[in-house]
């Protein structure tokens, strides 16, 4: 089954068609990743927004979570522009991809652990498929131990911590970052400063690696 086809999550596909009725013109499918396809890092955050990734069908666009990432992505040199809007806007990433833990929008953007599980196997996948990533960033505690379940790795030897390094036995280097949603930046629990010491963080990680 592809992803787009994926309804192995009946909460998450039902809420899906109450969207799609109620919002005929938004994506509201499973949305895929986005970005270089041979990209050394790959960013992975939580689960598409309802008026962001849901209605655009990027991931991180159009909504407030993306804001933060797109500016700093684009500072960094890993995009093309610094606003990303729609998903016909033009703007293209360079060695940098972007996935979701949960590729389907979740009531009160909050996914269970069974749907967690069941669609950890596209990123898996995606894992598997993509030797040239070298970093791995993970935008918030679900997508860190998204990544570990994904590479079958034991949760409790790498604890998550904002700014965080996790070696990792492929070689692969997972950092962590706190989530850019709209909660942790307007209460500066994640900061444009701290967030851009992350993305230092990654630079350095590439620059070794390449």
């Known amino acids: 089954m592809s992803l787009f086809d994926c309804t192995d999550c009946p909460r998450l ?12 013109d938004y994506h509201a499918r499973p949305v895929a990743p986005f970005g270089d396809p041979r990209a050394r890092l790959l960013i992975v955050g939580l689960a598409p927004g309802m008026h962001g990734a849901n209605r655009s069908g990027r991931p991180f666009t159009g909504d407030y979570a993306g804001i933060l990432l797109y ?7 890993f995009a093309s522009r610094p606003v990303s809007v729609a998903s016909d806007d033009g703007l293209t990433l360079t060695d940098c991809r972007i996935t979701n833990a949960v590729k389907c929008l979740p009531p009160q953007n ?27 960033l993970a ?6 131990k998204a990544v570990l379940m994904a590479l079958g790795l ?11 390094r996790h070696a990792l036995p492929d070689g692969r280097v997972l950092i962590d970052s706190y989530h850019c949603s709209r909660y942790n930046t ?9 967030f851009a010491a992350v993305f230092d963080r990654v630079r350095q990680e590439l620059e070794h690696a390449a």
């Not at 596909?13 to 005929?24: D, I, M, N, T, Y």
């Not at 069974?114 to 070298?134: G, K, W």
């Not at 034991?154 to 965080?164: C, E, I, L, P």
């Open 13 to 24: 596909a039902e809420f899906l068609s109450e969207v799609r009725q109620k919002h005929p």
């Open 71 to 77: 500016e700093t992505l684009h500072r960094y040199g």
């Open 110 to 136: 909050k996914p269970e652990t069974s749907e967690i599980r069941t669609c950890n196997r596209f990123l898996r996948d995606e894992l598997q498929a993509s030797p040239e990533v070298r970093v791995i």
């Open 139 to 144: 935008l918030g505690n679900v997508a860190h």
């Open 154 to 164: 034991k949760q409790g030897a790498f604890v998550f911590a904002h700014d965080a």
């Open 186 to 194: 307007q209460t500066r629990r994640l900061t444009a400063a701290s």
